[in-house]
């Protein structure tokens, strides 16, 4: 089983004339787990990944897979398998053909091209020219390309896209296995929901800034509570929350409360002797997504 | 080492695993092949019944000879079928970019430099093939129309022999040429539109003049085509050309791998370092 080691990101910069697409990014991607590179469209996703795989020349800093800058990796698919765009297939070739040409080239045993397409589901398919295949068929060579060298480190750029639900089912499946055999997994997606239930880690990118990293359960460390409550009455409850020193917001339901428990709120309105019509505390069901559109920013909710 | 030969490797797979190689091929052949039969049967048929072969341009060249009959149908293979290698070669360079698969190209070679490399030999051993079909028909048919007048297939002669190997041979330098435009016009339509409007409309324009203009003359034989014609050494503008005395085949070999090469080096220069995005 191939040996997964870490991804490392040292300031990298690039700048694309006057613009800056991705600035500073220092991070370390660990083996043996998910790690998802979360980031709005136009975030600089992209381009930190090609700059990883030797496509993009960095303006500064580097970028390095276990220790070693993608361009020396003397047989690269055999370190590292990187899927990352669904369109890198000429029409006119079989996918088989196609998977032969980069084994060939990258000194990979003839024997893996049909062990990649059985991994992904697609040896039925392999024969027929790509020209004809779906989105999701596509997705899944892209990613037979990846494994072709079985290689310790992988990197997906928006795998999910276009995947049915079954894909996308099989493909969080696949991930986990991947990374539980000791490979180092990097996925980026532009929709934290999409990765959420496959990912360990999380890398946050937003307008080019590493904004977070860290597991993903710490992306949802306070959640903020927010309790709804009403009276017959609602500006003497209104008045007697703020006397009480909370947070009031009113809004068409009633008047919002944030960092408070509902208990605290029935007790302050009954020290006021206000009568309550409602009083409910709001789970913050898409607590993550909050946290995550937080941290990239309004704009990024694309 | 062991890079070049994977990645020329995976270029021959590449190359042979679309339609494209065989469609040029069948095109070429067909197409030279109708041209030098047509050619032999008629002028056979004009000088079997006596007349007068066919004057030279437009300023009444010197006749053609009958013992030029043979290398100048023969050598239509190159004349008239230089631009299908050169096709080959540049689609080889400017498909990558039309669908992307640059991407897993560089990926699987990083070495960017061993890819052009590996492109270029691909094409020359192509060129050669293209080259060598493109004979068997102009000089199967040729033959057969000359020899069915009676007329001299010049195929008993060593001359003759060196002279279909060289056209091989500049079939092959035009496949490398193709890969040098390519690498330098990515844009694909652009790179057609180069090969289609020089090999089809200027050269043939310049090379014309250069038959009345002295100091165009000079110059006229410095371009790919008059130089593929002087390593070849026979075809109809050599014929024609008059006074303007054309390369030696190797000087003209050279200027042709010259092209090749700049092409190709100042492309790498230009596009092919570029950020792959």
């Not at chain 1, 040896?123 to 020219?129: D, E, G, K």
């Amino acid at each position: 089983m191939p040996e997964g080691v870490p991804i490392e990101f040292t300031g990298l910069t690039k700048r694309f004339g006057e613009v800056e697409a991705v600035s500073g990014f220092t991070a370390t991607v660990p083996p043996g787990r998910v790690t998802g590179f979360l980031g709005p469209n136009g975030a600089g996703k992209t381009t930190t990944l090609r700059m990883l795989l030797g496509l993009v020349a960095p303006t500064a800093g580097r970028a390095t897979i276990g220790g070693v800058p993608y361009r020396r990796l003397d047989r690269p698919f055999s370190a590292v398998g990187a899927a990352l765009e669904a369109a890198s297939f000429h029409p006119g070739r079989t996918a088989r053909d196609h998977l032969r040409v980069y084994a060939q080239a990258a000194r990979v045993e003839p024997r893996r091209v049909d062990a990649a397409l059985d991994a992904v589901g697609l040896t039925s398919y392999a024969r027929r020219r790509v020209g004809g295949y779906s989105l999701g068929m596509r997705q899944r060579l892209g990613l037979a390309s990846a494994l072709l060298g079985d290689p310790g480190v992988l990197i997906l750029d928006e795998p999910i896209n276009g995947l049915d639900p079954e894909g996308i089912k099989w493909i969080r499946t696949f991930l986990r296995e991947l990374a539980a055999e000791g490979r180092t997994v990097l996925v980026s997606s532009h929709l934290l929901s999409e990765v959420q239930q496959t990912v360990d880690d999380v890398l946050i990118i937003a307008k080019g800034r590493l904004v977070h990293t860290g597991p993903l359960s710490g992306l949802q460390a306070q959640p903020a509570v927010r309790v709804l409550a009403d009276s017959p009455d609602r500006s003497a409850l209104r008045s007697a929350l703020q006397r009480g020193g909370l947070e009031v917001e009113e809004t068409a339901d009633g008047l919002v409360v944030t960092g408070a428990e509902r208990g605290r709120v029935g007790h302050v309105a009954f020290a006021a002797g206000v009568e309550l019509s409602l009083l409910t505390q709001q789970r913050p069901a898409a607590g993550l997504e909050d946290a995550f559109l937080a941290l990239v920013g309004e704009e990024g909710a694309l | 080492m062991r890079t070049l030969l994977a990645a020329t490797r995976a270029e021959f797979t590449k190359t042979l695993t679309t339609r494209l190689w065989w469609v040029l091929l069948l095109i070429l052949v067909l197409y030279v092949g109708a041209v030098a039969g047509g050619l032999a049967f008629g002028l056979g048929a004009l000088q079997a019944s006596g007349e007068a072969p066919p004057r030279g341009g437009p300023g009444g060249g010197p006749a053609l000879p009958a013992a030029m009959l043979a290398p100048v149908i023969y050598t239509l293979a190159t004349v008239v079928g230089y631009p299908f290698p050169t096709l080959l070669g540049s689609l080889a360079v400017t498909g990558e970019f039309r669908h992307q698969t640059v991407t897993p190209t560089f990926l699987a070679t990083p070495r960017r430099g061993v890819v052009l490399a590996a492109k270029w030999v691909v094409l020359l051993v192509l060129g050669a093939l293209f080259g060598a079909a493109a004979l068997v028909a102009t000089v199967g048919l040729g033959a057969a129309g000359l020899g069915a007048f009676g007329l001299d297939t010049g195929l008993g002669e060593s001359d003759m022999w060196a002279m279909l190997g060289r056209a091989v041979l500049a079939m092959a330098l035009w496949g490398a040429v193709g890969v040098g435009l390519g690498v330098l016009v990515p844009s694909q339509v652009g790179s057609i539109v180069t090969i289609l409007a020089f090999t089809q409309f200027v050269e043939p324009i310049l090379r014309t003049v250069a038959g009345f203009v002295d100091w165009v003359g000079e110059v006229g034989r410095f371009l790919p085509g008059a130089a593929s014609d002087a390593l070849v050494g026979a075809s109809f503008f050599t014929v024609l050309g008059g006074g303007t005395p054309s390369l030696e085949w190797w000087q003209g070999g050279l200027v042709l791998a010259g092209y090749a090469v700049a092409l190709t080096a100042v492309g790498y220069a230009l596009t092919w370092r570029r950020d792959i995005t």
